[in-house]
């Protein structure tokens, strides 16, 4: 039996405490946002990589973030020391990928398109990952370390993703607008101005997090864990690996959105000015989507609106699809649509934090013991492999439409491969991951409900047998 160990758990977090963990998650998603909305287009547009050896690249880097992943999980948990487990890692993650997002958008002088610069970005790109390994897993793992009650839990969750969401917001938004202000032949210089920014952001808010941020629910202090006892905590938690394909097939869709948005604005409807209204209403969409969460999920229920959520992303993609082969761009029914499928994508992204928390619970029911860090790899895993698909996709895609860099007017195949993989691969996607979750997910409130108490009322039997 294993007895679980609560500083004042019991006592409500204080609005502050809140903010102060939220906090992170802005500097965290500036860094993604930086990587996942420009960094292929600065690759192939700037630095004229090659978009093929782009997509296998990024893939072959998120395989390795597959293995690592986990391995940072087992040495979160294992960590000991009078900061905690996590707080170190937040801090000195924080500050290694700051400095490695700025070398990731600096060029130090290699010829475009060489093969030098290959290697460069090749290095960063994987230093990158790594780095971000070491702050996202013991971030998100705080989570069910901080609140027992489950309601709270959907509030503590909801506050990193509107950090996360501001933090998007403000890179997709001024990114553009930065950039316009550098002419063609400067903007790797441009770029590299964003990231100097964009990494003093994450230093700031890391350290912010973790100066005030503590485990208020801790395992005893013999609880060790092997990289053998988290491929069994892997194995033996059914229903982790269920929300993990489920969440890998719909990140996957927002990822191909996200990603070629650049592209659509800049090749397809011709207007990058339309990027930045594109990110401001993504953003506010997926902000209000998180604050929605909370409260419908008290009244519908956390897994009704989650498969909401997907369903009005689903409509809103095709939607856009619909709209986007129409010829000349219908911009207010765009953006109409767009603010429907990211108002759903908000309450699913909200809802994805607060149930890894229950599948840490679900774990320690199955399994005897409890594994914050081991089950929040697999948060960080999802999205890699998510990101890993996304770039081959990408990288092969653009290749195959004939993708021509920086030509205006972009031949029709190559707009009808963004427009393709922008907004047909994702609802086709969403639909998937709604089918499995309402076959196979079975973690209901009333059922978590009876483990969440029973978990932390230290009543717990290990079934390492199951």
Request: glycine fraction near 8%; include cysteine; hydrophobic fraction near 50%.
């Amino acid at each position: 039996m294993q007895r679980i160990k609560q500083q004042n758990a019991s006592s409500a977090l204080t609005l502050k405490n809140k903010l102060i963990y939220g906090i992170g998650a802005m500097g965290l998603d500036m860094s993604y946002g930086l990587c996942f909305s420009f960094f292929m287009k600065y690759s192939t547009d700037v630095l004229l990589i090659d978009s093929f050896f782009l997509g296998v690249m990024m893939a072959v880097a998120r395989v390795w973030d597959g293995v690592n992943d986990p391995m940072m999980g087992t040495i979160a948990n294992n960590t000991k020391s009078r900061f905690g487990r996590f707080r170190p890692w937040v801090f000195l993650g924080g500050i290694l990928n700051a400095v490695v997002l700025f070398f990731l958008f600096f060029n130090p002088g290699f010829n475009t398109g060489s093969v030098k610069l290959h290697i460069y970005i090749t290095i960063f790109y994987v230093l990158w990952g790594m780095s971000m390994t070491m702050i996202d897993i013991p971030y998100w793992s705080f989570i069910p370390t901080l609140t027992s009650n489950l309601n709270e839990r959907n509030v503590i969750s909801a506050i990193p993703r509107f950090f996360s969401g501001l933090g998007q917001l403000t890179v997709m938004g001024a990114t553009p607008l930065i950039l316009s202000a550098f002419p063609a032949e400067k903007q790797s210089t441009g770029f590299a101005l964003i990231a100097a920014g964009l990494s003093i952001m994450m230093i700031i808010t890391s350290t912010i997090t973790a100066a005030g941020t503590r485990e208020r629910i801790v395992p005893p202090k013999e609880e060790k864990f092997t990289f053998k006892e988290t491929l069994r905590t892997l194995r033996g938690n059914d229903q982790l690996l269920v929300f993990l394909v489920v969440v890998i097939l719909f990140n996957l869709g927002w990822y191909m959105m996200n990603a070629l948005a650049a592209y659509f604005f800049d090749y397809v409807a011709e207007d990058n000015k339309l990027f930045t209204l594109f990110a401001a209403v993504s953003g506010v969409a997926q902000a209000v989507g998180l604050v929605l969460m909370s409260p419908l999920s008290k009244r519908f229920g956390k897994q009704r609106v989650f498969k909401g959520g997907i369903t009005a992303a689903i409509v809103g993609y095709l939607a856009l699809l619909f709209i986007s082969t129409r010829g000349t761009l219908n911009i207010p029914l765009f953006f109409a649509f767009d603010l429907l499928a990211c108002l759903g994508i908000g309450c699913v992204f909200t809802a994805e934090m607060s149930m890894f928390a229950d599948l840490v619970d679900y774990g320690e029911f199955k399994l005897g013991k409890r594994t914050e860090s081991i089950v929040y790899s697999m948060k960080s895993f999802q999205m890699k492999f998510a990101q890993m698909a996304q770039a081959l996709i990408m990288g092969i895609g653009l290749a195959i439409f004939s993708y021509q860099k920086n030509v205006h007017p972009q031949p029709e195949s190559g707009k009808t491969g963004i427009v393709l993989m922008m907004f047909l691969i994702p609802p086709i996607l969403a639909l998937a991951a709604l089918i499995l979750f309402t076959r196979k997910y079975k973690l209901h409130s009333e059922y978590l409900e009876d483990i969440s108490q029973a978990a932390h009322k230290g009543k717990l039997e290990a079934s390492s047998t199951q």
